[in-house]
């Protein structure tokens, strides 16, 4: 396989520009041979072996800011697109493959130091190439009272994860990763630094406290965006409760579900509970092949779903509860939800599941089996990629379908029949069953989320789950559920349904990107923003 | 070091077979996350040194990756897994140790067979073949007809 070069680019013009890279970050770190770049190849890509699969054509690894503004003037030189990449792990969305064939990767990882942990104001400041293991291992060494929330697996970069967006397990607004954070330091186009919130005045002592600084707020052009290699942020830490219990409440009936998710959502929403997690006992009933053609049908009514619930002595729907704080109040607050909950739901059963206390000892934490609920970072994940039909090789990997959809359960009934309908369309079978739940990352909208399986060696099912997956999006946007992340290769036509005014936001956005980086060396195609050079490349 | 799952009885014999040739072993039981956070995280950082290992793919892939950022390869792959009824044995790896690999996946020990295949291996990195074989047997103990993959993982000099 050979190694695309940057797009208008010669060969002695690349190597040129690798040599003033080698000058400015050493030898050791600058990557251009076959087997070292195509480590950067996404894992998981749909496109595998096809000509359009996106790679890189080369790598840095740069120390700290100055090497990364070093090599922001020297892309700028060569007119290269550079593709930042933190610790390189988002799989499922990309990895560390670039939107561009040809642009360079900077990998941030060995900008990796903890910067500042404060477990009394409950703050932290981070290089991108601090990992979530990292930041535990800090906060563990040294006895800190502070949670980090971190998604699942823990490997990820917490600057990294928070720039796709990414999400967590714990309470409120700590599973927002983006949104939990507090300033940021960045790398600009022109290769200044610029710091935003309370960084941007010199000698604040509220970078990691207070986000919005003075004036307008720029940071979320750096989430899902390409306007700078961010290199500090600071994030919000959820102070180390006393106490945690869980319990599930159980709903006999296929439409409580509806009365289910609003109570839940005012538990959510008044700080009761943290993270709640749906589930149907009923979904394993799907791998038996004469009970998944009954529950398939499309004018399978309610009682005829109920029925099959009662006659298995299952539940429809389950919604596990999780309350942190101290010992006292997570007790009260755990009978409180029961109590609204039996008043909204007839036949709702409740069980309690845990009950932990904390500070934990290594061995408790190892015990729980739901560790990221708190804040442990694990990788037990890849442990659990079972094989099925719909997923013939689980270790070639996934695309992540991922769409935004109300909180509530009518909601969801209607995203399952909206999903089945698209999968219907093309003649294959539902990803989405009529007992799929969502999942609960974002505290205030639900994610109809699945793994659509991506194949190392069968391009057909690869092509025939990208044309599901554009379906997917179609589908998704003509019911006003919009995608909250996607990978590369679908950033284009999740951008396209962002259409609102004719595509102003992303007009709007374009300006800027015109302004603040008219060479287009920053990630061009992520989020769906183009340089104008490039902007006819959008799919 | 080298690592076994205590849950499948291939993977144990590799690991018993291992310690017999006086090499260290560590158990898991699928998770990588508790050896790797206590001990092979704090190795690599000091000094990366070679692991090998017979696992579920799951393990080797989070190794294969963390092993990429300390400057390690995985420099010997063997895919275990039945198909249709017999063993298959997917082989990537130095010549001179493929050389064996049809041997030694031939009797009812191959799972002890591949842990002398993999001590062999532990050093640099070189050309390497890929082969294929149907080997002893006709099952693996794994569930959902999960392969196991034995594995080393060694450091790399730059060129």
Redesign the interface.
């Known amino acids: 396989m050979s190694l695309p070069l940057p797009p208008n680019v010669s060969q002695a013009q690349f190597a040129a520009a690798l040599g003033k890279f080698r000058d400015a970050i050493g030898n050791r770190w600058v990557f251009d041979s076959e087997d070292e770049v195509l480590l950067y190849r996404d894992g998981y890509s749909p496109l595998r072996d096809e000509p359009e699969e996106l790679l890189p054509s080369a790598a840095l690894a740069p120390q700290n800011v100055e090497e990364v503004q070093a090599i922001v003037r020297i892309a700028n030189e060569f007119k290269i697109p550079l593709f930042p990449v933190s610790t390189g792990k988002n799989l499922g969305y990309g990895g560390s493959s670039p939107n561009l064939s040809g642009s360079i990767v900077v990998d941030l990882k060995r900008m990796n130091k903890i910067i500042e942990v404060d477990d009394r104001r409950h703050f932290c400041i981070v290089e991108p190439g601090v990992s979530y293991f990292d930041l535990y291992r800090h906060i563990q060494d040294n006895k800190l009272k502070v949670w980090i929330d971190c998604p699942d697996p823990g490997w990820g970069s917490v600057v990294g994860n928070s720039l796709d967006h990414g999400v967590g397990y714990t309470y409120g607004h700590h599973r927002d990763h983006f949104g939990n954070h507090c300033g940021m330091e960045v790398v600009l186009a022109n290769g200044e630094v610029m710091r935003t919130g309370m960084g941007a005045m010199p000698g604040s002592k509220t970078w990691g406290e207070y986000k919005y600084g003075y004036g307008p707020t720029v940071d979320g052009l750096f989430a899902q965006g390409n306007f700078g290699i961010v290199t500090k942020m600071g994030f919000w830490l959820m102070p180390e409760p006393e106490a945690y219990i869980s319990g599930t409440v159980s709903v006999p009936k296929r439409q409580d579900l509806i009365p289910l998710v609003d109570v839940v959502n005012y538990l959510e929403h008044t700080g009761t509970i943290g993270m709640p997690n749906y589930g149907s006992p009923l979904d394993v009933l799907m791998t038996d092949s004469e009970t998944r053609e009954f529950v398939l049908r499309p004018d399978i009514t309610d009682a005829e779903f109920d029925r099959l619930a009662a006659d298995r002595n299952l539940a429809s729907w389950t919604c596990e509860l999780q309350f942190y704080g101290a010992k006292q109040s997570v007790k009260a607050n755990w009978e409180a939800a029961q109590t609204r909950l039996a008043a909204a739901i007839p036949g709702c059963t409740f069980k309690l599941n845990n009950e932990f206390r904390f500070p934990m000892t290594p061995e408790q934490q190892e015990a729980v089996h739901q560790k990221n609920a708190l804040g442990i970072p694990s990788m037990l994940i890849f442990s659990q990629g079972a094989r099925s039909d719909l997923n013939p090789t689980p270790g070639d990997g996934h695309l992540w379908f991922a769409s935004v959809i109300p909180k509530s359960g009518e909601a969801i009934f209607e995203a399952q029949k909206v999903y089945a309908k698209a999968s219907h369309e093309l003649g294959l079978p539902p990803v989405f069953s009529p007992f799929a739940f969502p999942w609960t990352w974002m505290y205030r909208a639900f994610v109809m989320i699945s793994g659509l399986p991506v194949s190392r060696t069968d391009m057909d099912a690869n092509k025939r789950n990208r044309k599901l997956f554009s379906a997917f999006i179609k589908a998704g946007a003509e019911a006003g559920y919009g995608e909250y992340r996607a990978p590369p290769a679908f950033q284009d036509q999740v951008s396209d349904t962002y259409s609102f005014n004719s595509h102003v936001l992303r007009r709007f956005t374009e300006t800027m990107k015109d302004a603040v980086d008219p060479n287009g060396i920053f990630a061009p195609g992520r989020g769906g923003i183009w340089p104008k050079h490039l902007r006819e490349k959008r799919k | 070091m080298t690592i076994f799952d205590e849950r499948f009885p291939e993977s144990v014999a590799f690991g018993k077979e291992v310690g017999r040739l006086g090499e260290a072993t560590r158990v898991i039981r699928?998770?990588?996350?508790?050896l790797?956070?206590n001990n092979i995280?704090a190795q690599w950082r000091e000094q990366p040194l070679a692991i090998a290992g017979m696992t579920?793919?799951?393990?080797l892939?989070?190794l294969e990756?963390?092993g990429?950022?300390a400057g390690l390869r995985v420099v010997y792959r063997a895919e275990h897994r039945s198909v249709h009824g017999s063993l298959q044995h997917a082989f990537t790896g130095p010549p001179h140790v493929l050389a064996e690999a049809e041997t030694r996946v031939s009797g009812p020990n191959w799972a002890a067979q591949m842990a002398r295949l993999a001590v062999t291996c532990h050093h640099g990195i070189c050309k390497s073949d890929e082969a294929s074989f149907t080997g002893f047997g006709d099952m693996l103990t794994t569930t959902?007809?999960?392969?196991l993959v034995s594995w080393v993982i060694a450091p790399v000099v730059?060129?």
Not at chain 2, 144 to 147: I, P, Q, R, S, Y
């Open positions: 699928g998770d990588i996350t508790q790797w956070y995280h579920a793919p799951g393990p892939f989070c990756r963390w990429w950022d959902d007809d999960e392969a730059r060129a």
